[in-house]
Each structure stands twice: as C-alpha cells, then as structure tokens.
C-alpha cells in the first residue's frame, strides 16, 4: 500500500516506517520537525535501504495537507502527528486542541476529499481514565481525562467514531497505547525528548549516562506490590509492527475498531530501576519523591483483543526494551543530531 505517515520522523512513527517499508509498502512522511529531526530520514534509510519521500509541512495548515493529496494517491494513512506533553498541555490547551483536534479535522477532511479511506490514529490508555478495573479491556469505553492532552485524544476518538458511523466506506484502526519504551536495536533510531523528560525510561537513561544524578520515584505509598506505579511497557519495536497489522486489517475491514496495543504485563518503578541497571551495567541512583498529580497506581492491558483481531502479540521483554533504550542513549546522547 500507499501508506501518508504524519509525524512519520517522531518516535513511533520512525519505527513504525521502518517496519512498512520491510513489509513492503510505500511511506510519504508528513511531519513539521516540530518535535524530531530532518536526520531521522537518514537513520530509517540506513536501516531499511529506503529512503521515504519526506514533506515538511504542519497537519492544521490546510493547503500544505491538500498539496500532499493532491500529488499522491494514497490508499491509507497513519496519524501520528500530535503535541504529547501531559503538563504542557494543561498550560497551553488551545495549541493542544488545535494542533491535535483541529489538525486531525483537516486530515480526516482531506481523506474523504481525496477518497482514502483507511486509517490508523495513535489513542492512549490514557483515555480510560481511573475508574476501571484493571486489565483494561476496550469494551469498557472511554472514562474521564485529566488534561487537555488526554481529552484531544479522546475527542479524536469520538470524532473518528461519528465519522465512521457516517461514512460506510472508512475503516479506521484507534490503537490504545500502553507506555512505549526502547529503542530500534541499531541504535539509529530512538527517542530523546529535549529537557527534563517526563517518562521514566527517558529519565533513567538520562541518570545512567551520568547526565542526571538521580531518578526521583514519585511516590511509594501506592497499592502496588512495592508501592511505587505499575506499568505496562511496550518495546516500540513491537509497538511499531502492531501498526502495520492495523493498517493492513483496516484495509480488509469497514468500520471502526479501537485496540489496546500493550503486553498485559506490569512493572513498578523500581523493578524498571532494577532491569535497567541489570541491562546496561549502570547505576541508577534515585530517590523518593511525592507522588505526581494525576498518577493512577496501576495501570496495564487486557492485550486479547489485538491478538485476536490483529494476530498481534509482543515479542520483546522488559530486558530487550531497558538494552535497547540504553543503546540508543549511549549512541546519541543528545537525541539524533
Ligand atoms: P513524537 O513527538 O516523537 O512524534 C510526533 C511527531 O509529530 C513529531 O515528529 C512532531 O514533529 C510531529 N508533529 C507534531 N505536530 C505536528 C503537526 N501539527 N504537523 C505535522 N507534524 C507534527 O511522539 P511519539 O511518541 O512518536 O507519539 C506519536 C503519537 O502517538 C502521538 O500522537 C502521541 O500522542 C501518541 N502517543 C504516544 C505515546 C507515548 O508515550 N510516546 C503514548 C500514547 C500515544
Ligand atoms: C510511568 C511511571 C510515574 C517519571 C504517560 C502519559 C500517557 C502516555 C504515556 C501519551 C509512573 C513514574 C515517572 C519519573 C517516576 N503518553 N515516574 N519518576 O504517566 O504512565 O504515561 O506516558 O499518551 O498519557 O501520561 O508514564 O513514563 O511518565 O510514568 O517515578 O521521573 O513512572 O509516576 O508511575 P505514564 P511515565
């Protein structure tokens, strides 16, 4: 297939391209560098020997979009295209609705202008809110969000939902993600937010390089089996090849499925701690910190329905995923210059 990538060049989008490219298919990343760098089309060339067509160009800029529409016929898009900063986006929520909601109006708009009618958008767990029991499981719905970043995944949800309601012709694959971690095993491609990060993978690479002198823990008073969070990572790698069964199930279905995309596993903060420091022979030092606002205890996926509808399982451990973060770290300890 003809696959439209937006925010092809960020974290996830980059593996997921390095993964339809091994499956085949054709990518055009669209993606404004707003939050990843014009050197990640050369790390997914090294990798895959394809170098993709690359647009820079911004999802709310309308005539930007339909230049991209109107010079390739696209058979699918994949909508990765968003601003992801929980905190940032309690203090700026118009440029998180306009950028994540608006921009994905524009998109949607243009798929039905141009005829192309499958997708695959990014959701998170996040839109389960904290009122479920644990594992998640789909068909409990949507709960209540936190922030603003939360709520602009959620409206796109709805509107994806109404939209396929409408329109007989859309198939769209919502995946929930769990928490992706790690890293391509080149060590080419990865991620490395500027500043402080706010993911605790990020923050435990950046303490065992040496560039942070220690993890605060936030909180180790939770009904957990240490007391600290409980998470349910996925290897992006793994994350990346869901994508590409998503893409193509939409292509042989209509209508709209919405998919946890986790491993049903949970790990606590300090049993990442541990893993980490086992994976790349570093310390990580840290400390107890109070808990962060808005932290649920636990959280993690009934990953069934993915295996039944998608054929999809992951493959990577908590180990492969603290290596490879690690090894992409010490590759480009300054993110991919
Ligand atoms: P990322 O920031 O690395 O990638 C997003 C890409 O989109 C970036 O390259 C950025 O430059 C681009 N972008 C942002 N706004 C744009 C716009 N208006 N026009 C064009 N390009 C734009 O983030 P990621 O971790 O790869 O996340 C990808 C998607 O998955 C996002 O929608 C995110 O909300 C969602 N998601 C991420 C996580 C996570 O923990 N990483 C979890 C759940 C859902
Ligand atoms: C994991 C655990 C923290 C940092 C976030 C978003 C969610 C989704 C994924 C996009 C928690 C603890 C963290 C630190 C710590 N993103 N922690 N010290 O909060 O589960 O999910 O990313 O959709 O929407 O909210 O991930 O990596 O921030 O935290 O102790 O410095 O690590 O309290 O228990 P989270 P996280």
Same mark, same amino acid.
């Given at each position: 297939?003809?696959?439209?990538? $937006?925010?092809?060049?960020?974290?996830?989008?980059?593996?997921?391209?390095?993964?339809?490219?091994?499956?085949?298919?054709?990518?055009?990343?669209? &993606? +404004?560098?707003?939050?990843?760098?014009?050197?990640?089309?050369?790390?997914?060339?090294?990798?895959?020997?394809?170098?993709?067509?690359?647009?820079?160009?911004?999802?709310? &800029?309308?005539?930007?979009?339909?230049?991209?529409?109107?010079?390739?016929?696209?058979?699918?898009?994949?909508?990765?295209?968003?601003?992801?900063?929980?905190?940032?986006?309690?203090?700026?929520?118009?440029? @998180?609705?306009?950028?994540?909601?608006?921009?994905?109006?524009? !998109?949607?708009?243009? =798929?039905?202008? %141009?005829?192309? +009618?499958?997708?695959?958008?990014?959701?998170?767990? $996040?839109?389960?809110?904290?009122?479920?029991?644990?594992?998640?499981?789909?068909?409990?719905?949507?709960?209540?969000?936190?922030?603003?970043?939360?709520?602009?995944?959620?409206? +796109?949800? =709805?509107?994806?939902?109404?939209?396929?309601?409408?329109?007989?012709? !859309?198939?769209?694959?919502? !995946?929930?993600?769990?928490?992706?971690?790690?890293?391509?095993?080149?060590?080419?491609?990865?991620?490395?937010?500027?500043?402080?990060?706010?993911?605790? =993978?990020?923050?435990?690479?950046?303490?065992?390089?040496?560039?942070?002198?220690?993890?605060?823990?936030?909180?180790?008073?939770?009904?957990?089996?240490?007391?600290?969070?409980?998470? &349910?990572?996925?290897?992006?790698?793994?994350?990346?090849?869901?994508?590409?069964?998503?893409?193509? %199930?939409?292509?042989?279905?209509?209508?709209?499925?919405?998919?946890?995309?986790?491993?049903?596993?949970?790990?606590?903060?300090?049993?990442?701690?541990?893993?980490?420091?086992?994976?790349?022979?570093?310390?990580?030092?840290?400390?107890?910190?109070?808990?962060?606002?808005? &932290?649920?205890?636990?959280?993690?996926?009934?990953?069934?329905?993915?295996?039944?509808?998608?054929?999809?399982?992951?493959?990577?451990?908590?180990?492969? =995923?603290?290596?490879?973060? @690690?090894?992409?770290?010490?590759? +480009?300890?300054?993110?991919?210059?």
């Amino acid at each position: 297939m003809k696959i439209l990538v $937006t925010g092809g060049m960020g974290y996830i989008g980059s593996h997921t391209v390095v993964e339809l490219i091994a499956k085949g298919h054709e990518c055009v990343i669209l &993606d +404004n560098l707003y939050n990843s760098s014009i050197n990640v089309l050369n790390r997914i060339e090294e990798i895959s020997g394809v170098r993709p067509e690359f647009v820079n160009a911004d999802i709310t &800029d309308e005539n930007a979009l339909r230049n991209v529409f109107e010079n390739h016929q696209f058979d699918a898009v994949i909508h990765f295209a968003g601003l992801k900063a929980v905190g940032e986006s309690v203090t700026i929520p118009l440029k @998180y609705y306009d950028n994540n909601v608006g921009g994905s109006i524009k !998109l949607y708009q243009l =798929m039905e202008e %141009y005829n192309v +009618n499958n997708l695959v958008f990014s959701s998170s767990a $996040t839109v389960y809110g904290s009122s479920f029991e644990m594992p998640l499981k789909e068909a409990y719905g949507r709960g209540t969000t936190t922030n603003p970043y939360g709520t602009s995944k959620l409206m +796109n949800e =709805m509107i994806i939902e109404d939209y396929c309601h409408a329109r007989k012709e !859309l198939s769209a694959v919502v !995946l929930r993600y769990f928490n992706p971690v790690g890293a391509h095993k080149s060590g080419l491609i990865g991620e490395r937010p500027n500043g402080i990060p706010n993911n605790l =993978m990020p923050y435990i690479s950046d303490v065992a390089i040496g560039k942070r002198e220690r993890l605060n823990v936030f909180g180790d008073d939770y009904d957990t089996k240490d007391g600290t969070g409980v998470r &349910d990572y996925i290897h992006v790698v793994d994350l990346a090849k869901a994508h590409v069964l998503a893409i193509e %199930y939409a292509a042989k279905n209509k209508g709209m499925e919405t998919i946890n995309i986790g491993t049903g596993n949970g790990y606590s903060v300090l049993e990442i701690v541990e893993a980490y420091k086992k994976a790349s022979g570093k310390d990580v030092p840290y400390v107890i910190a109070p808990r962060r606002a808005g &932290d649920v205890a636990t959280c993690y996926a009934d990953p069934n329905k993915a295996k039944e509808l998608l054929g999809f399982e992951a493959q990577y451990g908590i180990e492969d =995923m603290c290596l490879d973060s @690690y090894n992409f770290i010490i590759k +480009n300890p300054n993110g991919i210059e």
